[in-house]
C-alpha cells in the first residue's frame, strides 16, 4: 500500500483545514488508517483512527483532539480525509496518515505503511 498525504497549510488559530491520504496498491477497506503527528522536538502522537469496516468502521481520538477532528472514510475513492476545526497552534505539526491491515490501534509500531507527512501551521 502506498499512501499520500496532502491539504497541509497555513492557517490561523481558530481556522479549519481538512487532510487527505489516498491509498495506492491494495483496496482501503480492509486496513485501519490513523493520523498521528510530530512536532519539532517531539515524538510522534496519535490523532484520530478510523477502524476497518468490518470491525464497524469506528473512530478513535485522543482527549487533545476530540470534539475538534473528524476522521473519514471514503472507499469508493480509497481515500481517508482528517478535517480539523478550530485549530490551535498547538496543533501546528507534520501529519502522517499510516495503515495497517486489520483492526485500529492508537499505537503507531502497529502501522506498516506510511505516507509522507503534510506540514500544518497555525498562527496565533
Known amino acids: 500500500v502506498q499512501l499520500q498525504a496532502s491539504g497541509g497549510g497555513l492557517v490561523q488559530a481558530g481556522g479549519s483545514l481538512r487532510l487527505s491520504c489516498t491509498a495506492s496498491?491494495?483496496?482501503?477497506?480492509?486496513?485501519?488508517t490513523g493520523w498521528f503527528r510530530q512536532a519539532p522536538g517531539k515524538e510522534r502522537e496519535f490523532v484520530a483512527g478510523?477502524?476497518?469496516?468490518?470491525?464497524?468502521?469506528?473512530?478513535y481520538y485522543p482527549d487533545s483532539v476530540k470534539g475538534r477532528f473528524t476522521i473519514s472514510r471514503d472507499n469508493a475513492k480509497n481515500t481517508v480525509y482528517l478535517q480539523m476545526n478550530s485549530l490551535k497552534p498547538e496543533d501546528t505539526a507534520v501529519y502522517y496518515c499510516?495503515?495497517?491491515?486489520?483492526?485500529?490501534?492508537?499505537?503507531?509500531?502497529?502501522?506498516?505503511?506510511w505516507g509522507q507527512g503534510t506540514l500544518v501551521t497555525v498562527s496565533s
Open positions: 499510516a495503515a495497517r491491515y486489520g483492526t485500529y490501534s492508537d499505537s503507531l509500531n502497529a502501522y506498516d505503511y
Open positions: 496498491g491494495r483496496t482501503f477497506q480492509s486496513y485501519a
Open positions: 478510523i477502524n476497518v469496516i468490518w470491525s464497524g468502521g469506528s473512530t
